[in-house]
Structures are given as structure tokens and as C-alpha cells.
């Protein structure tokens, strides 16, 4: 018999399976009780309902995402353009992700206020750090006058902005290189580099 935590894990990925294949809507308790070889008592033990389990799931794709884009931001050895790039390559990886498996059209509107926020306050920190570093080094300036944490909220804000909008966010390879470019400029708004 598998033990508390590894059922929870066990219907956490069933259910990332299931929901990643076919939208929040077209999944069932049914289908993810199927997927995971698990009892309804068991699903509703860990979860109350379909959309805490959906909550739960995105928590974990959001975790992943953060550990990832902090990878990138932490790495000392990382220019500015390098950043950038790591920035850029994260996002165009996690687009496909957020239109096509977790289906965003299809989420209510405070689900990806939800989803956005929790993305942005992950990336804080690490920001920071990378922004702070930069600064110290000469290798970027500020043509705010803002420490860096605000630097870094304004740049993730802006960046969120300029990627979830409806002119870029398909991730159509033309329209990607047209956010690479606007993401550049909106940055070189806000540093110098």
C-alpha cells in the first residue's frame, strides 16, 4: 500500500498527465482516478475538488519554472545579453506549455492573474540578485533612480506584459522574434546595457 505522501504524488502527476493532455474542462475526476489506479476516497483526501488538485498542479509547474528561470538569473558568470537570452528561452519553452497544455484561452481571467503574479513574485528575487550584481559590476546601469529590486519588478512586469499579450502569445516562430525584439527595447528602456 503506497504510503500518504506518495498517493498525494501519485494523483499530482496522474492529474498533470491528464490535464496537460486535455485542458482543465475536458478533464474529469473520473479520468485522473483512472490515470492514477487510484479510489475516489483516496482523490478526495488529498483534494476537495477538481480545481484545488487543478491549483496544485499548476503550483508544481510554476515551481519548476522558478527553479529554472533561477538558474539563469543566479549564474554569475551570465551577461546581461546572456540573461536575456536564458529569459527568453525559458519563456518561448514555458509558451507552449501555458497556451497549449494548460489551454490559458480557456482559464478564467483571475486563474491567470493568479498564474501570472505567482510567476512574477518567483522571479523577484533572483532578479535582484542578477541586477544587483550587474550594477556593482558596471556592466548594466540604471536609467531609473530605483535599487534594483524595483528595477527588477518593473522589468518582470513590463516583460509580463509584452509576453501575455495577445499579439505575441501564440508563439508563432515571426511573432517570437518580434517579443525578442520588444522585450530588448522595453529592457533598454529601463537599462542601460
Keep these: 500500500m503506497a504510503k500518504r505522501g506518495e498517493t498525494r504524488e501519485?494523483?499530482?502527476?496522474a492529474a498533470?498527465?491528464?490535464?496537460?493532455?486535455?485542458?482543465f474542462?475536458?478533464?474529469?475526476?473520473?479520468?485522473?482516478?483512472?490515470?492514477?489506479?487510484?479510489?475516489?476516497?483516496?482523490?478526495?483526501h488529498f483534494f476537495p475538488s477538481k480545481e484545488a488538485l487543478f491549483e496544485a498542479?499548476?503550483?508544481e509547474f510554476?515551481?519548476?519554472y522558478a527553479v529554472r528561470i533561477k538558474m539563469i538569473l543566479e549564474d554569475n558568470a551570465f551577461s546581461i545579453n546572456q540573461i536575456m537570452d536564458g529569459f527568453f528561452a525559458e519563456f518561448a519553452h514555458s509558451t507552449e506549455t501555458y497556451f497549449n497544455v494548460l489551454q490559458a484561452d480557456n482559464l478564467h481571467w483571475t486563474v491567470k492573474c493568479a498564474l501570472h503574479d505567482r510567476t512574477i513574485e518567483a522571479m523577484i528575487e533572483?532578479?535582484?540578485h542578477a541586477l544587483n550584481r550587474l550594477l556593482e559590476e558596471g556592466a548594466i546601469k540604471s536609467k531609473l533612480d530605483a535599487d534594483a529590486e524595483i528595477l527588477a519588478r518593473i522589468l518582470l512586469k513590463g516583460s509580463e506584459a509584452l509576453i501575455h499579450s495577445q499579439e505575441y502569445g501564440k508563439g508563432e516562430m515571426?511573432?517570437?522574434?518580434?517579443?525578442?525584439?520588444?522585450?530588448?527595447?522595453?529592457w533598454k528602456l529601463?537599462?542601460?546595457f
Design 126 to 128: 533572483p532578479m535582484t
Design 190 to 192: 529601463i537599462i542601460d
Design 16 to 23: 498533470t498527465k491528464v490535464f496537460f493532455e486535455n485542458g
Design 57 to 59: 498542479v499548476v503550483e
Design 25 to 44: 474542462e475536458k478533464t474529469s475526476v473520473k479520468m485522473i482516478l483512472s490515470e492514477a489506479n487510484i479510489v475516489t476516497g483516496s482523490f478526495y
Design 174 to 186: 515571426q511573432r517570437m522574434e518580434i517579443l525578442r525584439c520588444a522585450l530588448t527595447d522595453f
Design 62 to 64: 510554476l515551481k519548476d
Design 10 to 13: 501519485v494523483i499530482l502527476k
